[in-house]
């Protein structure tokens, strides 16, 4: 059964909020805190930016993230205080690990950031990588010593991927190669389908197959293939195709482009589709279909990079980026005060209200993008209008970081938690930097 677009109408104007998210803060209260200059050029938006990176971000995560016992404390509620130790997760802790290896790459190299950095190292090689059956965990207690999700994911193993290949492209350090090497062969070896192209998602700890409905960590049938896997899939291929120039990596990283370019999308409207059978065909057990704004924006810039790594002219996929701007923008952008809402029927208005940290970031990211391949006043003025409800809103100039959602203009969620980390704001002000940097004519 589908829901209908009366279903959707009706609902339109409800905002989701999480049951659990039980604080939250009144943002309108700290308007006047900090004075809030907008950005009206390049120029300006790379000021923005910087400051964010420098003053904002950096701060809270090098100050609160790094544990004793190893790894990275990821619990920090919506005001930014750190509290009790929480389960560390394979996920965020590779994600958090990426986060301090680009910040490497960027030019930061203070003793702060790269003893950070290592820390990331450390628990992926020590903690995480299963040495009897090889593969990452998804997740381990507190103290980092004992598998409580034992089971391997697609999605974790590409987390780790891609966060070993920017470490050890930022550094040389031949530990993290050979991991990113081992790790691309687990997914080689274990996940991907040379019957139907992509990856299959999830197997038990041993390798051995679960039933095919049975819930994988994401949430979907384990028989399943979603988008969003194949998404980090596409962007830890690159990063270790950057890495090691193997042509077994090429081939890999060409047909996930493919993947997320083509088979994945949703028929008639620009958008992605999530959940698919094994064969790529639409999933017979999804009830309904969503438009995940920032997977479309995020798949414009994650697109474009890897077709830059395959060699292929700039503007390859132009049409289709275009056509994934225009539908989230008609339908995501919201229409009250700026930034992108959740998710909502392909097509139809957004149903889920929530302002959500990593869709601003990568809505950023996929509209530079844009307006870097194609100079076009409207890409510009877009990623304009979000950076300036991401510095009013999203970021927390007096708690730290970004709020996790922002509904109405109170902030819900943990700072740091199971599923949130620096990566997705981290890239959008770092890559973002970088090409403003080109294009004002920066060194």
Avoid at 272 to 296: I, T
């Amino acid at each position: 059964m589908r829901f209908g677009p009366k279903f959707w109408l009706a609902n339109a104007n409800r905002p989701s909020v999480p049951r659990f998210l039980t604080s939250s803060v009144d943002l309108s209260a700290h308007q006047g805190d900090i004075p809030q200059p907008t950005a009206c050029s390049l120029l300006e938006a790379h000021t923005v930016m910087r400051r964010i990176l420098v003053e904002n971000m950096q701060p809270f995560w090098v100050r609160g993230v790094v544990d004793p016992a190893g790894g990275y404390r990821l619990r920090c509620d919506v005001r930014g205080r750190w509290s009790r130790r929480a389960p560390k997760r394979l996920v965020t802790q590779a994600r958090t690990f990426w986060f301090f290896s680009r910040l490497l790459a960027h030019g930061d190299t203070s003793a702060a950031v790269a003893t950070t950095a290592r820390q990331g190292l450390l628990v992926l090689v020590e903690r995480f990588w299963d040495a009897t059956n090889g593969g990452f965990f998804w997740e381990l207690d507190a103290s980092g010593r004992r598998p409580t999700m034992p089971d391997k994911h697609a999605y974790g193993q590409a987390q780790a991927l891609y966060a070993l290949s920017q470490y050890a492209l930022a550094t040389g350090c031949g530990t993290a190669l050979d991991l990113a090497r081992a790790t691309f062969q687990v997914l080689e070896d274990r996940f991907h389908d040379s019957e139907y192209g992509g990856y299959r998602e999830f197997y038990a700890s041993n390798w051995a197959t679960v039933p095919a409905m049975y819930p994988g960590y994401l949430g979907a049938p384990s028989a399943l293939k979603t988008a969003n896997t194949h998404l980090h899939l596409l962007e830890g291929v690159s990063v270790y195709h950057q890495l090691t120039r193997g042509e077994r990596a090429r081939q890999r990283l060409a047909e996930l482009a493919d993947i997320i370019g083509g088979v994945a999308l949703h028929p008639i409207h620009a958008t992605l589709v999530d959940r698919h059978e094994r064969d790529w065909s639409p999933s017979v057990q999804e009830r309904r279909e969503v438009a995940s704004y920032g997977h479309d924006l995020q798949s414009v810039h994650l697109l474009s990079t890897a077709d830059k790594e395959l060699g292929f002219p700039e503007g390859h996929r132009l049409d289709l980026y275009r056509r994934l701007f225009d539908h989230a923008v008609r339908w995501g952008e919201a229409g009250d005060d700026g930034g992108f809402w959740s998710s909502g029927p392909p097509g139809q208005p957004a149903i889920d209200r929530r302002k959500v940290w990593w869709v601003q970031a990568e809505a950023l990211l996929g509209m530079l993008e844009l307006f870097r391949l194609t100079g076009e006043k409207m890409f510009i003025d877009a990623f304009l209008r979000t950076l300036a409800w991401a510095q009013r809103w999203q970021v927390d100039w007096i708690g730290g970081d970004w709020h996790a959602e922002v509904v109405r203009h109170r902030a819900y969620g943990l700072k740091a938690g199971p599923w949130k980390d620096p990566y997705h704001h981290g890239r959008a002000m770092i890559d973002g930097l970088e090409t403003l940097d080109r294009l004002i004519g920066r060194p």
